[in-house]
């Protein structure tokens, strides 16, 4: 039952992102405004400034570098939970997308580590990820991907970078929580900060707002790496979300669209204060 709920809640967070999608390049972001209570602004004005945060944040075109990342020893689209240990990840029989090879036959051929195991890499390419689901609680299990071996080494080299240049550059630390917590206590406290958790927020990062949003080289590098479609139950579902849980870099991505937004609003309402966000 725990799992069946998540499931008609993440075919549900599905048909929101197709809309926001459709909506996101329909004549709404221009027409549509948010009053202040001073003053109203447009979504087109809001997504201006945020985008030029993000670049200011990721600079305007990424390199090969970015893509470095790591394997983890949990499951993939390639191995089981406890097969999936690292060793095993670099031998033959990892999983990959067809849009992601490119990109990662370009480090075989840069990375003086990887050109050692060049002649034993014979990647399956896959489709996409699998959809599965983990505990969460009594009620509802969360839905995540099992992402392809590669594309999940190329997406943690991404998910890095970002957390890097968001501690470096915007002063976000998503490797500790401490201000957030010593923010929501003050919060809580004085009333002078407010706090916001959002539901299925990884869920609801459509292609759509990231497409609007990003530099189009960051874009473009992204989703290569992504899985842009699913298999469950035997059918393959093409996804209207950018990224889910399982994929190396939606988290830190979240972060950033989510920090970039709050401080466009911030600026264009004239609004002063701290903001920080974990995730």
């Given at each position: 039952?725990?799992?069946?709920?998540?499931?008609?809640k993440?075919?549900?967070?599905?048909?929101?992102?197709?809309?926001?999608?459709q909506?996101?390049?329909?004549?709404?972001?221009?027409?549509?405004?948010?009053?202040?209570?001073?003053?109203?602004?447009?979504?087109?004005r809001?997504?201006?400034?945020?985008?030029?945060?993000?670049?200011?944040?990721?600079?305007?075109?990424?390199?090969?570098?970015?893509?470095?990342g790591?394997?983890?020893?949990?499951?993939?689209?390639g191995?089981?939970?406890?097969?999936?240990?690292?060793?095993?990840?670099?031998?033959?029989?990892?999983?990959?997308?067809e849009?992601?090879?490119?990109?990662?036959?370009?480090?075989l051929?840069?990375?003086?580590?990887?050109?050692?195991?060049?002649?034993?890499?014979?990647?399956?390419?896959?489709?996409?990820?699998?959809?599965?689901?983990?505990?969460?609680?009594?009620?509802?299990?969360?839905c995540?991907?099992?992402?392809?071996?590669?594309?999940?080494?190329?997406?943690?080299?991404?998910?890095?970078?970002?957390?890097?240049?968001?501690?470096?550059?915007?002063?976000?630390?998503?490797?500790?929580?401490?201000?957030?917590?010593?923010?929501?206590?003050?919060?809580?406290?004085?009333?002078?900060?407010?706090?916001?958790?959002?539901?299925?927020?990884?869920?609801?990062?459509?292609?759509?707002?990231?497409?609007?949003?990003?530099?189009g080289?960051?874009?473009?590098?992204?989703?290569?790496?992504?899985?842009?479609?699913?298999?469950?139950?035997?059918?393959?579902?093409?996804?209207?979300?950018?990224?889910?849980?399982?994929?190396?870099?939606?988290?830190?991505?979240?972060?950033?669209?989510?920090?970039?937004?709050?401080?466009?609003?911030?600026?264009?309402?004239?609004?002063?204060?701290?903001?920080?966000?974990?995730?």
């Amino acid at each position: 039952e725990r799992h069946d709920a998540a499931i008609s809640k993440w075919r549900v967070m599905e048909l929101r992102n197709a809309r926001s999608n459709q909506r996101l390049f329909a004549e709404w972001l221009t027409d549509a405004r948010f009053n202040t209570g001073h003053s109203t602004i447009s979504a087109l004005r809001i997504a201006e400034v945020a985008r030029r945060n993000i670049l200011q944040i990721l600079g305007d075109k990424p390199s090969l570098d970015v893509l470095y990342g790591t394997f983890s020893g949990g499951a993939s689209m390639g191995f089981r939970k406890f097969a999936g240990n690292v060793a095993a990840k670099f031998k033959a029989g990892a999983t990959v997308t067809e849009a992601c090879l490119p990109l990662f036959q370009d480090i075989l051929a840069e990375c003086e580590t990887w050109k050692l195991y060049r002649g034993a890499m014979h990647p399956n390419i896959v489709n996409g990820g699998s959809l599965f689901t983990v505990p969460k609680n009594s009620d509802i299990d969360r839905c995540a991907v099992k992402e392809p071996d590669l594309n999940m080494f190329c997406q943690k080299g991404v998910g890095d970078f970002i957390r890097n240049r968001l501690r470096s550059v915007a002063r976000i630390d998503l490797n500790d929580q401490s201000r957030n917590q010593q923010l929501a206590r003050k919060g809580s406290i004085d009333g002078s900060l407010a706090t916001l958790d959002l539901s299925s927020a990884s869920d609801l990062i459509s292609d759509g707002l990231v497409r609007l949003l990003l530099p189009g080289a960051w874009f473009d590098l992204l989703d290569a790496v992504r899985s842009k479609s699913v298999e469950y139950d035997g059918v393959w579902i093409e996804l209207n979300m950018f990224s889910s849980m399982g994929n190396g870099f939606t988290f830190e991505l979240e972060s950033l669209l989510f920090y970039s937004i709050a401080r466009a609003v911030a600026y264009l309402t004239g609004t002063r204060g701290a903001i920080s966000v974990y995730g």
